[in-house]
């Protein structure tokens, strides 16, 4: 009667024993146990043995095949002793050498009742879960309860332990293929990374380069209008500078002619003097710089806006990119149309005011009137130039 549940024990046993055999050494695994990334086991002396075999040397890195399914194993600096240990096969190897050796002691040796002496255990109490002899049943604890034979449940529990041990592996391999593919993620995930951060980098870089630009470009248009201003007004103060030298010299010539007491030489030359004097008095109002014209308010800017952008920088979703320069076009038309209002309204003011100098006699001119180049240099006003 037990000769069948101890053949179909043996059977399960060798088929667990064939799931522990290394493929090289045909034994059972001797720790410590690698896995490969193709969820083969092997004993790291044997990887070792097939990895020295191609010459290569133990602390550097390679490649061989697995020798169950031939993939290309590839190996770091470390070698043969950078793959990972397979902890759990070591476990299993464990308990199946324990529970061998449990098993020929418990051939020799049959536990007996401690409630009844000399009596050995040989049947199953199911209801209490837990093994007892006939006694107990017939007279015992147990009298009330369901018995199996001891036979059954060893051959059912075992068969559950052994399929719980499979499915052990089976999830092990799972867990190990889903740890692999997670650390390959976090390898793309870094790449997609680096790439974002140096993408993000050259856009800013750029954004720079083009704000230096403007600055440049800014700055370039101010120094050219200030040299121009400048320009014009040190060319109209040497005007004056000959002005204000040659009616010295005619001052001093005239108070010469005032000390002459002699009638007839003084009216020879008195009357060109006096000519010379008018002449001289009123070519000193012909020309006056215009009022403001050391003003360079006009060039003021007004970056309020393009701050308010910069401050709203940040990644988009899908969508926005096309909703943003929607907005901004907006708001550009309609920040360009101000700007044009305020210089046609600029235009016209400048346009009635008139640069009025006074004559000798307190009568305004306009300066606009004087076709002198000097003059038309000191027209500068405020909407005469546009940043």
């Known amino acids: ?42 004993c790291r002396k044997c990887a070792n043995d097939i990895f020295q075999s191609r010459g290569t040397s133990v602390g550097s890195g390679g490649r061989f095949r697995c020798p169950s399914c031939r993939h290309e194993v590839v190996l770091d600096r470390h070698g043969v002793y950078g793959l990972q240990r397979n902890l759990l096969v070591e476990n299993i190897i464990d308990i199946y050498k324990q529970e061998s050796t449990n098993k020929s002691l418990k051939k020799s040796e049959q536990p007996l009742c401690e409630e009844h002496e000399d009596e050995k255990i040989n049947i199953y109490c199911v209801t209490c879960e837990t093994p007892t002899c006939s006694m107990c049943k017939v007279f015992g604890a ?24 499979a499915m052990l592996v089976a999830g092990n391999d799972r867990v190990q293929a889903i740890i692999s593919q997670m650390e390959e993620m976090c390898k793309i995930m870094e790449a997609n990374g680096r790439h974002q951060k140096q993408e993000l980098c050259e856009k800013f870089d750029a954004l720079y380069a083009l704000l230096e630009q403007r600055k440049s470009e800014m700055l370039q248009i101010v120094t050219r209008e200030q040299e121009e201003r400048s320009q014009n007004m040190r060319s109209l103060m040497r005007q004056y500078g000959d002005h204000l030298e040659g009616a010295s010299k005619l001052v001093e010539t005239a108070l010469q002619s005032m000390e002459e007491s002699e009638m007839a030489v003084f009216l020879h030359t008195a009357k060109e003097l006096i000519k010379r004097i008018i002449e001289t008095s009123e070519a000193t109002h012909i020309q006056k710089p215009a009022a403001g014209c050391e003003n360079m308010d006009h060039f003021s800017a007004n970056f309020e806006r393009q701050e308010r952008i910069l401050r709203k920088l940040n990644f988009e979703s899908v969508g926005d990119s096309e909703q943003e320069e929607d907005e901004d076009d907006k708001e550009e038309n309609e920040t360009e149309l101000a700007e044009n209002v305020l210089e046609e309204e600029k235009s016209g003011e400048t346009n009635e005011e008139a640069i009025e100098v006074e004559d000798e ?4 001119e306009d300066v606009g009137t004087q076709p002198t180049e000097a003059t038309s240099h000191m027209l500068l006003t405020h909407g005469g130039v546009k940043s």
């Open 142 to 165: 147990h009298k009330d309860c369901e018995v199996a034979p001891l036979g059954k449940i060893y051959k059912t529990q075992k068969g559950e332990l052994s399929d719980g041990i």
């Open 1 to 42: 009667m037990e000769f069948a549940p101890n053949f179909r024990d043996a059977q399960a046993m060798d088929n667990l024993e064939k799931q522990l055999t290394c493929p090289i050494c045909l034994e059972m695994f001797s720790k410590p146990v690698v896995i490969l990334p193709c969820q083969h086991n092997l």
């Open 361 to 364: 006699a307190g009568n305004p």
